[in-house]
């Protein structure tokens, strides 16, 4: 009988086909298809009805030399600022780009990176792709806007009205029902066992989220609260559509808001970050997700320390 097995090769983990091949008194595996990286094993599996074996985490640097590492990348960011205005306007304009790319890509989309950035930095379309696709790019590059515009007006708190107005950019000619407004029905999450709470208690646990998320009461660094709100955002689920590319551009808000660059989750990790999201949900593993939001944070550094250095030397 055949399955899937995954191997870790130089940090990243490969997937294949294999089956069990008994000669005499023993058993070899023997590898019957190479299925490539979690992606492309993940449809497979999908296609041909096999389980996918759920890998161990990657050894991980200790999380206090990662915090080390994302402070003084910090230090060296904040060293930089103020940007000169054609580099701030650049470094957006990529950002936008990758951030609309990666987030609607988790979503289903089925534009190209190409596509995606002509059509936010050009207005013209490309392809022949499913106008939803397009009006999801548009509508993600508007929100993004809108949270720029609501930290450029040195707004601390965020508001359920914020979320709502996040909602609406985002969705706009995406859906029409329900468009900037808390769902009604009750949604449930393709292939996962969680469940989210019925439309009757969600008004009453957005007021809380919003407190806690304002307040912190637990006195979470930006990083942490950034996780352990997105993650009660999607467990929430407000939204009957949407609730992945509003709770990403939530997540960013917080972190934005706390000194940090915006992080970018790439469509190549959507599995694992998928998996994170319903480990926490389902066996209260919180402390994964927070690790992969520091990692995320660290790579964010990075990508704007490349990008503004070389204006400062």
Do not use: C
Not at 61 to 66: D, G, H, K, P, V
């Amino acid at each position: 009988m055949a399955f899937i097995r995954s191997k870790l090769v130089n940090g990243e983990y490969y997937f294949y086909l294999v089956k069990n091949i008994r000669e005499g008194g023993t058993v070899r595996q023997e590898i019957v298809k190479y299925l490539g990286r979690q992606d492309e094993a993940g449809k497979y599996a999908k296609e041909k009805g096999f389980a996918m074996p759920e890998p161990e985490e990657k050894p991980e640097e200790s999380e206090t030399e990662l915090d080390r590492k994302i402070a003084d990348k910090k230090k060296s960011l904040d060293s930089l600022k103020p940007f000169p205005k054609e580099i701030e306007e650049r470094l957006r304009e990529d950002l936008v780009v990758l951030w609309t790319y990666n987030s609607t890509a988790i979503e289903g989309s089925t534009l190209s990176l190409k596509e995606t950035a002509t059509l936010l930095d050009e207005g013209i379309v490309v392809g022949n792709k499913p106008l939803a696709d397009y009006l999801a790019a548009k509508g993600h590059r508007d929100a993004i806007n809108v949270l720029f515009r609501r930290l450029g007006e040195r707004k601390k708190k965020i508001s359920e009205s914020d979320i709502l107005e996040l909602h609406k950019a985002t969705m706009k000619g995406v859906v029409e029902k329900y468009l900037g407004a808390y769902r009604l029905v009750q949604v449930y999450l393709r292939g996962s066992s969680f469940v989210p709470p019925p439309p009757n208690q969600v008004p009453k646990m957005m007021a809380e989220f919003v407190y806690k998320l304002n307040k912190n009461p637990h006195g979470y660094d930006p990083i942490v609260l950034s996780a352990l709100s997105h993650l009660e955002f999607e467990s929430i689920h407000p939204f009957v559509d949407g609730n992945g590319r509003v709770g990403r551009l939530l997540a960013n808000w917080v972190l934005m808001r706390g000194g940090y660059p915006p992080i970018i989750i790439a469509k190549k990790e959507r599995l694992r970050y998928i998996r994170l999201l319903e480990q926490a949900q389902t066996r209260n593993k919180h402390y994964a997700l927070a690790v992969f939001f520091k990692k995320k944070v660290n790579e964010a550094l990075d990508f704007y320390l490349k990008r503004a250095r070389p204006y400062r030397a």
